[in-house]
């Protein structure tokens, strides 16, 4: 199977306010309305890359992964009949994910994919009501969640790698003597140096963080100030990740999940690389905050 990219998120809110607000003066997306009443956030040329829709629930509702053609699409949905994992048909694709179709599914662990093809976009510039310059995307996608594995670590491992043939990118265990509290990084047919992860945890929201990356270092400083203008609460200290190289921090969200806001990340030729495990997240900074 020969997934691109996470193309998008789409996540459950009981008001829209709060997320045209955070995603507008936090983030720095560029909000508009859908056709079908959710709230885009448009970080590049395509329509979105976050949607926002009404949930009775604050949390992640699914990942959209994205392959390159029609012809990949079906090959990748006969995969899943083949293997018997159940799918469904996508609603109304056009409309409701401005793709020419999707399906979706879930891994082992109860979380909520989609698999798309064709995003539909009139291709307007992105521009931010807070001056972001751009977001890092292209063909490395929107960026990357941390999922949970809740105690199907070793099924998901089965499945996004000897299923989904996503590629391990490197391991993160900080016990090192039992090997426990492991995290598992894994990369998409892109540069990006992951764009999954999951971890042996439950989550009520259905994710740990998700990341975005912006153009520079004074990209992440501006962002930090916008979080304490807004009172949006800090999670991390400014840090540099071990595996990616990643200057960011972290802050809440309104889904209960973090954001991990970040510059500088590695962009990695696979075919040179060599998988390894780290027992420390961090370089530097990214300690929690009070």
């Given at each position: 199977?020969?997934?691109r990219?996470?193309?998008?998120?789409v996540?459950?809110?009981?008001?829209?306010?709060?997320?045209?607000e955070?995603?507008?003066?936090v983030?720095?997306?560029?909000?508009?309305d859908?056709?079908n009443?959710?709230?885009?956030?448009?970080?590049d040329?395509?329509?979105?890359?976050?949607?926002?829709?009404?949930?009775?629930?604050?949390?992640?509702?699914?990942?959209g992964?994205?392959?390159?053609?029609?012809?990949?699409?079906?090959?990748a949905r006969k995969e899943?009949?083949?293997?018997?994992?159940?799918?469904?048909?996508?609603?109304?694709?056009?409309?409701?994910?401005?793709?020419?179709?999707?399906f979706e599914?879930?891994?082992?662990?109860?979380?909520?994919?989609?698999?798309?093809?064709?995003?539909i976009?009139d291709?307007k510039?992105?521009?931010?009501?807070?001056?972001v310059?751009?977001?890092?995307?292209?063909?490395?996608?929107l960026g990357h969640v941390?999922?949970?594995a809740?105690?199907?670590?070793?099924?998901?491992?089965?499945?996004?790698?000897?299923?989904?043939?996503?590629g391990v990118?490197?391991?993160l265990?900080?016990?090192?003597?039992?090997?426990?509290?492991?995290?598992l990084?894994?990369?998409?047919?892109?540069?990006?140096?992951?764009?999954?992860?999951?971890?042996?945890?439950?989550?009520?929201v259905?994710?740990?963080?998700?990341?975005?990356?912006?153009?520079?270092?004074?990209?992440?400083?501006?962002?930090l100030?916008?979080?304490?203008?807004?009172?949006?609460?800090l999670?991390?200290?400014?840090?540099?990740?071990?595996?990616?190289?990643?200057?960011?921090?972290?802050m809440?969200?309104?889904?209960?999940?973090?954001?991990?806001?970040?510059?500088?990340?590695l962009?990695?030729?696979?075919?040179?690389?060599v998988?390894?495990?780290?027992?420390?997240?961090?370089?530097?900074?990214?300690?929690p905050v009070?």
């Amino acid at each position: 199977m020969d997934i691109r990219e996470l193309g998008y998120v789409v996540v459950g809110a009981p008001k829209l306010d709060a997320w045209r607000e955070y995603g507008a003066e936090v983030l720095g997306m560029m909000p508009l309305d859908s056709p079908n009443g959710e709230l885009y956030l448009k970080m590049d040329r395509r329509a979105y890359r976050l949607m926002v829709v009404e949930h009775e629930q604050d949390k992640l509702l699914c990942a959209g992964w994205l392959v390159a053609s029609e012809q990949e699409w079906l090959a990748a949905r006969k995969e899943f009949e083949d293997r018997g994992v159940s799918v469904q048909a996508g609603s109304d694709p056009r409309r409701t994910r401005q793709l020419q179709d999707y399906f979706e599914f879930e891994d082992p662990a109860g979380n909520r994919h989609e698999i798309g093809w064709g995003p539909i976009s009139d291709f307007k510039p992105f521009v931010s009501p807070v001056g972001v310059p751009s977001f890092i995307t292209g063909d490395q996608g929107l960026g990357h969640v941390v999922l949970p594995a809740n105690d199907k670590f070793e099924d998901m491992v089965s499945f996004w790698v000897d299923f989904m043939q996503f590629g391990v990118s490197d391991l993160l265990h900080t016990d090192p003597v039992t090997g426990s509290n492991k995290v598992l990084f894994l990369h998409a047919n892109n540069p990006r140096q992951h764009s999954l992860v999951f971890a042996p945890m439950e989550n009520p929201v259905g994710c740990f963080h998700m990341m975005v990356q912006v153009p520079s270092i004074d990209d992440v400083g501006y962002a930090l100030d916008r979080v304490a203008a807004q009172g949006v609460r800090l999670a991390t200290s400014l840090g540099k990740h071990v595996n990616d190289h990643m200057i960011s921090f972290y802050m809440d969200s309104p889904a209960g999940f973090r954001v991990e806001y970040g510059t500088g990340g590695l962009e990695k030729d696979w075919d040179r690389n060599v998988v390894f495990e780290t027992t420390e997240g961090s370089f530097w900074g990214h300690h929690p905050v009070e």
